[in-house]
């Protein structure tokens, strides 16, 4: 009797232990008795979690913020080319923003931006002393080549840089004079306030002395009036000399990339986009815009239209 008594109070008291090691375990209870409940500790880890993605969130959002308004460029036919690759990427990359550019030449261009209707003035040229005394700021984005050409059947391809200023002073009329057929030389040239004829000019020391027998308003013009042209010479942009005409050397030199920035080739010039006032002072869209350009995205699209990257 006095067995099974003790045998029966043995398994109540093992049922009661493993009952309260359970009890004790689900709730938490540490080796000093103190109890942390499952619910609270997971509450715990939970908000943690959600603090921080919260300010992970709102860190990619301040850095992601989508521009929204427009820029408004006015200058250089030049850099046309250079200006619709950028302004098109920029745009595909915000969508929010519209870029509007005018080609009006250089120097309408910095005149809009000094009369503040435009918020960048593109110039093929250096800025002048007036220019930057009128608050004016000359920001190189890409240097660029003019190219000397001529039509297809001219067989002059090589000329001095003496030879070249006689010829747009009107000291040399005719090809024979410098090695080609007897055919009268027909200058052509842009006309006054382009950034292009600006750069031509003073590079040759003949500014304001050219004797030109047609003046155009815009580099595709020039292109294509020597191209058509018998005996015709004119200059452009380098980046968009094609087959139509003959790019010419001038004192042996090729107009390339390699030359240009060897210093080597004579008729070189600054692509810039002028601010009133310094880039850091403009709209946080307009530094957005310089930023781009500036970019190794922007850069890429600078060396893709045949222009160089300023070093």
């Known amino acids: 009797m006095k067995k099974k008594l003790f045998a029966a109070l043995t398994s109540v008291c093992l049922m009661s232990a493993a009952l309260t090691g359970c009890s004790s375990e689900a709730s938490g209870t540490d080796t000093t008795g103190s109890e942390t409940p499952v619910s609270e500790a997971a509450e715990s880890e939970g908000s943690e979690n959600d603090a921080a993605e919260s300010e992970a969130a709102e860190t990619q959002n ?55 209707s435009v ?13 930057k005394n009128n608050g004016l700021v000359e920001n190189i984005v890409a240097i660029d080549g003019i190219a000397v050409i001529t039509d297809k059947e001219n067989t002059v391809t090589d000329i001095t840089s003496e030879d070249l200023a006689k010829i747009y002073t009107g000291e040399i009329t005719n090809w024979s004079e410098v090695g080609g057929t007897d055919q009268p030389i027909v200058v052509i040239g842009r006309e006054a306030g382009s950034g292009t004829r600006d750069a031509f000019e003073e590079l040759m020391e003949v ?18 009036k020597v191209a058509a042209t018998p005996g015709a010479i004119g200059y452009v942009s380098l980046d968009v000399v094609d087959d139509t005409v003959t790019g010419m050397k001038i004192d042996g030199v090729e107009p390339t990339e390699e030359q240009i920035l060897a210093g080597a080739y004579l008729l070189q010039r600054p692509f810039v986009m002028a601010t009133k006032g310094e880039i850091s002072e403009q709209s946080e869209l307009v530094k957005a815009w310089f930023d781009y350009v500036n970019s190794e995205e922007g850069k890429e699209i600078i060396k893709s239209v045949g222009l160089i990257v300023p070093q």
């Open 119 to 131: 918020d960048i003035g593109d110039a093929s040229r250096g800025l002048k002393d007036e220019e």
């Open 62 to 116: 301040t850095e992601n913020v989508a521009l929204e308004g427009s820029i408004s460029l006015a200058g250089s036919t030049s850099m046309e080319k250079m200006c619709e690759a950028m302004s098109e990427s920029f745009m595909e990359s915000n969508p929010g923003v519209t870029v509007t550019v005018e080609y009006t030449g250089s120097g309408a261009g910095l005149e809009s931006l000094a009369s503040g």
């Open 207 to 224: 500014e304001d002395i050219c004797v030109y027998a047609q003046e155009l308003d815009s580099t595709g013009g020039v292109l294509a």
